[in-house]
């Protein structure tokens, strides 16, 4: 079992920046390909991004590369996503995820799910 607690949401104005952690215990954390998704009001939940067990490689969802970078720190058991130049539109609750594999991750095949953190950009 992988208990999954995310932190760093909140409010912020467009073009502003954000920094989500999620920390990890349970199971060993290095075993585990960590991801971010997110659901926006009235949306399905959707990939963000995912990096493997060792921090490479890293997968993103082709809309969010180059804003987003997703890294994580074994020694800590914490996977980031650090969010630059928010929109609007990225608004939404943010969810860590953990699976055996990236490709695991991009097909939404998750093993364990944190409780998510809200995010809101202002225009």
């Known amino acids: 079992q992988v208990q999954l607690v995310e932190s760093g949401g909140g409010l912020v104005q467009a073009g502003g920046s954000l920094r989500l952690s999620c920390a990890a215990s349970g199971r060993t954390f290095s075993d585990y390909a960590m991801g971010w998704f997110r659901q926006a009001p009235g949306k399905e939940r959707e990939f963000v991004a995912a990096?493997?067990?060792?921090?490479?490689?890293?997968s993103y969802t082709d809309a969010l590369k180059g804003r987003f970078t997703i890294s994580r720190d074994n020694a800590k058991n914490t996977v980031y996503l650090q969010m630059n130049n928010l929109k609007p539109e990225d608004t939404a609750v943010y969810y860590c995820?953990?699976?055996?594999?990236?490709?695991?991750?991009?097909?939404?095949?998750?093993?364990?799910w944190g409780q998510g953190t809200q995010v809101t950009v202002s225009s």
């Open positions: 995820a953990s699976s055996r594999g990236l490709y695991d991750l991009r097909t939404a095949k998750v093993d364990y």
């Open positions: 990096i493997s067990w060792s921090g490479s490689p890293t």
